[in-house]
T-cell receptor, first 115, second 113 residues
Framework: AQTVTQSQPEMSVQEAETVTLSCTYD???????LFWYKQPPSRQMILVIR??????QNATENRFSVNFQKAAKSFSLKISDSQLGDAAMYFC????????????FGSGTRLLVRP | NAGVTQTPKFQVLKTGQSMTLQCAQD?????MYWYRQDPGMGLRLIYY???????DKGEVPNGYNVSRLNKREFSLRLESAAPSQTSVYFC????????????FGPGTRLLVL
């Protein structure tokens, strides 16, 4: 069975600086998707970024980028030029390529942004 | 274009009461999902519907039933609520099964006394 681990319960960053959130996963599959979701205090789950395992190039979305290390089963999220609105819970999630439709979530990392 | 909507936003139930959580999406997505989120944990899948007319169990289906009313709507029913079902419930949808991104509703906070 696949598992997703986020080892940092909480991280803090100064506004305008860069922070990296860690995620590792365990799977025997070769094809899969990885996601980072943001959950602000409103509780809405918002997609931040998505990575297909078959792609070697790391995904980027504006200030958000990932460092995907397939061999190491690592999928970290880098937030550049942090803003107050980035403060939220961040969840890493895994999804199989094939017929399994389940998103497997990590336990989350709370990001605090200091003004 | 509202995306995924859920009602109610918050509900308090007594043990043994029943209720239905409603979910609707206006993105013409084929697949819909129900998750629960407990404190300090990620989301866990309760049930999903790959397409209109089909439903399947997820990781934690006990105590719940679902109905895919049409392509837009997917409801979750608690027949006899228990305190262990106190949680935040999220509905999500995706264009089709097979890896596409899931888009989430705002959540329903349920408290069972």
């Amino acid at each position: 069975a696949q598992t997703v681990t986020q080892s940092q319960p909480e991280m803090s960053v100064q506004e305008a600086e860069t922070v990296t959130l860690s995620c590792t996963y365990d799977t025997s599959e070769s094809d899969y998707y990885l996601f980072w979701y943001k959950q602000p205090p409103s509780r809405q789950m918002i997609l931040v970024i998505r990575q297909e395992a078959y792609k070697q190039q790391n995904a980027t979305e504006n200030r958000f980028s990932v460092n995907f290390q397939k061999a190491a089963k690592s999928f970290s999220l880098k937030i550049s030029d942090s803003q107050l609105g980035d403060a939220a819970m961040y969840f890493c999630a895994y999804r199989s390529w094939g017929s399994s439709y389940k998103l497997i979530f990590g336990s989350g990392t709370r990001l605090l942004v200091r003004p | 274009n509202a995306g995924v909507t859920q009602t109610p936003k918050f509900q308090v139930l007594k043990t043994g009461q029943s209720m239905t959580l409603q979910c609707a999406q206006d993105m013409n997505h084929n697949s819909m999902y129900w998750y629960r989120q407990d404190p300090g944990m990620g989301l866990r899948l309760i049930y999903y519907s790959a397409s209109e007319g089909t439903t399947d169990k997820g990781e934690v289906p006990n105590g719940y039933n679902v109905s895919r009313l049409n392509k837009r709507e997917f409801s979750l029913r608690l027949e006899s609520a228990a305190p262990s079902q106190t949680s935040v419930y999220f509905c999500a949808s995706s264009e089709m099964m097979g890896g596409e991104t899931q888009y989430f509703g705002p959540g329903t906070r349920l408290l069972v006394l």
